[in-house]
């Protein structure tokens, strides 16, 4: 199954050649790598070089290494949590610029919409009219609403990727809306105007996508990131 590596980049090569592999289905889901001294041989390489590559395996989520009698190191089944986890941090620890994280937001937000609108149902129509209902009863506590507002906003737009019926849209959403509010923390004001702007942004978008207007539906959700980025930049070069 697997060929000598260069010496130069040897745990690398093991990582690259036990992950294609994974990746074309050659491993499948549930089944153990071969022995240690199989998996030597078969790469020509020492022992630590390939305990080092199944640790860079592990970390990525390919393999779960077990130890024990019945042990050895099983292929996971590839999903999205690395994805998330991973874009979590990135967003977490503010590693993006607005203007990056305003950019991404548009083009992906605005495409969401735009397929929400195509392929929404009825049953999803009455979740987006119950989420702006809980949203507007939010807004009338003042800033005591402001959180439970931003997270029934959040949810507002989970719905709305969730329509689209794309996994990755909702896959990368769900982990920006997850670890975002460390942009609103910093930058975000706390206002009631604008919770009210958001409202209204929010009221656009869904009457957009009950009239199943993509194009609509794109541009409320984009001017609605462009909107909330201005705000934050604002703050952010005072």
Same mark, same amino acid.
């Given at each position: 199954?697997?060929?000598?590596?260069?010496?130069?980049?040897?745990?690398?090569?093991?990582?690259?050649?036990?992950?294609?592999?994974?990746?074309?289905?050659?491993?499948?889901?549930?089944?153990?790598?071969?022995?240690?001294?199989?998996?030597?041989?078969?790469?020509?390489?020492?022992?630590?070089?390939?305990?080092?590559?199944?640790?860079?395996?592990?970390?990525?989520?390919?393999?779960?290494?077990?130890?024990?009698?019945?042990?050895?190191?099983?292929?996971?089944?590839?999903?999205? %949590?690395?994805?998330?986890?991973?874009?979590?941090?990135?967003?977490?620890?503010?590693?993006?610029?607005?203007? %990056?994280?305003?950019?991404?937001?548009?083009?992906?937000?605005?495409?969401?919409?735009?397929?929400?609108?195509?392929?929404?149902?009825?049953?999803?129509?009455?979740?987006?009219?119950?989420?702006?209902?809980?949203?507007?009863?939010?807004?009338?506590?003042?800033?005591?609403?402001?959180?439970?507002?931003?997270?029934?906003?959040?949810?507002?737009?989970?719905?709305?990727?969730?329509?689209?019926?794309?996994?990755?849209?909702?896959?990368?959403?769900?982990?920006?809306?997850?670890?975002?509010?460390?942009?609103?923390?910093?930058?975000?004001?706390?206002?009631?105007?604008?919770?009210?702007?958001?409202?209204?942004?929010?009221?656009?978008?869904?009457?957009?996508?009950?009239?199943?207007?993509?194009?609509?539906?794109?541009?409320?959700?984009?001017?609605?990131?462009?909107?909330?980025?201005?705000?934050?930049?604002?703050?952010?070069?005072?």
């Amino acid at each position: 199954m697997f060929k000598q590596v260069k010496q130069s980049k040897a745990y690398q090569d093991v990582v690259d050649q036990i992950q294609e592999a994974i990746v074309a289905g050659t491993l499948k889901a549930g089944s153990l790598l071969p022995a240690e001294r199989e998996l030597k041989e078969q790469f020509s390489i020492s022992r630590g070089t390939l305990r080092e590559a199944l640790r860079v395996l592990e970390q990525k989520g390919l393999i779960e290494i077990r130890t024990g009698v019945a042990g050895g190191s099983m292929v996971r089944e590839v999903n999205s %949590d690395n994805l998330s986890d991973n874009l979590g941090l990135l967003i977490r620890s503010c590693a993006v610029s607005l203007k %990056d994280l305003a950019e991404f937001r548009e083009e992906m937000e605005g495409g969401v919409a735009a397929l929400a609108a195509q392929r929404g149902g009825e049953e999803d129509v009455a979740l987006l009219k119950a989420l702006l209902a809980e949203a507007e009863s939010n807004l009338k506590q003042g800033r005591a609403g402001w959180d439970a507002f931003i997270r029934t906003d959040e949810q507002l737009h989970l719905a709305l990727a969730r329509m689209s019926g794309n996994l990755l849209f909702l896959t990368v959403l769900q982990s920006l809306y997850v670890n975002i509010h460390t942009y609103y923390v910093k930058f975000l004001p706390r206002t009631t105007v604008l919770l009210q702007e958001n409202l209204a942004d929010l009221r656009e978008i869904v009457d957009a996508i009950i009239a199943k207007d993509s194009s609509r539906a794109r541009s409320c959700a984009q001017s609605h990131v462009r909107r909330f980025n201005s705000y934050m930049e604002q703050k952010s070069a005072s």
